[in-house]
């Protein structure tokens, strides 16, 4: 039974895959549920089915599932659709150039990731000062005007992460996103993660590092080979 504060349920999860004419459970069975504003971590050796969980997660095409429930803040996802999935989803990509149209500008991406900003139907003024206080802690004040593919891949992803917090999703997936960036803008991108918790957001974050979530993860998930053979809190995996 889930409850009505989960924001992610999954029952008797299994994905498969064909190679060498062989079938491969990239996920074995596996249930999971994760309260509202939880951060959960979710970590493994490569090929132990993280990505596929999130891949699933984000209600990608191309990961159908066997057999198995999923449930996205009660709803079954294959009921939702391209519109109101991404109302409740978000999905931050390793790849740091993912997350931004590279040809607008920094404003234009941040608007289009805006639906308050529609809603209210603020002036460009208003929407000036609203997106300078939100890149100005992370010093991307100055880029506000110029198009995304001036930043570098590191501050790309700081905005991919800033774009996270003014979409309406209830659930943000973060698919390793330091991995490529250098340290000072990981720790920024680190800070931003950290307020969309303080936000209530719920967040899935798969990394191999579990340092990288130790100042605000509440919760440690490991995969093997598709199972889950681990559910644990910081302060106990630390012991």
């Known amino acids: 039974m889930t409850n009505r504060r989960d924001i992610v349920h999954v029952e008797d ?3 498969t895959y064909s190679r060498f004419e062989q079938t491969i459970r990239a ?3 596996i249930g999971l549920t994760v309260p509202a504003g939880q951060a959960l971590m979710v970590t493994g050796r490569n090929g132990s089915g993280k990505s596929t969980l999130l891949s699933v997660l984000c209600g990608s095409t191309r990961t159908k599932p066997a ?6 803040d009660g709803t079954p996802i294959g009921q939702l659709t391209r519109v109101n999935l991404p109302k409740l989803v978000f999905l931050v990509h390793q790849d740091p150039l993912a997350g931004t149209v590279a040809t607008m500008t920094v404003f ?6 805006d639906e308050d900003a529609r809603i ?3 002036t460009r003024v208003e929407l000036l000062a609203k ?4 890149l100005r802690p992370v010093g991307l004040a100055e880029r506000l005007r110029q198009q995304a593919e001036a ?13 996270a917090r003014l979409r309406p999703a209830k659930l943000v997936l973060l698919d390793e996103p330091l991995a490529s960036l250098d340290p000072t803008n990981a720790e920024i991108c680190l800070s931003v993660i950290r307020g969309l918790k303080k936000l209530g957001k719920t967040l899935i974050y798969v990394t191999h590092r579990i340092e990288q979530t130790e100042s605000f993860a509440d919760r440690i998930v490991t995969l093997s080979e598709g199972s889950i053979v681990s559910d644990t809190t910081p302060q106990d995996a630390t012991q």
């Open 13 to 15: 999860l299994l994905v």
């Open 27 to 29: 996920l074995d069975g």
């Open 131 to 134: 997106y300078d206080a939100l």
């Open 67 to 72: 057999r198995g429930t999923v449930l996205i």
């Open 120 to 122: 209210q139907n603020k």
């Open 151 to 163: 930043l570098s891949p590191g501050q790309r992803q700081v905005l991919t992460v800033l774009i």
């Open 108 to 113: 234009e991406n941040l608007l289009v990731a």
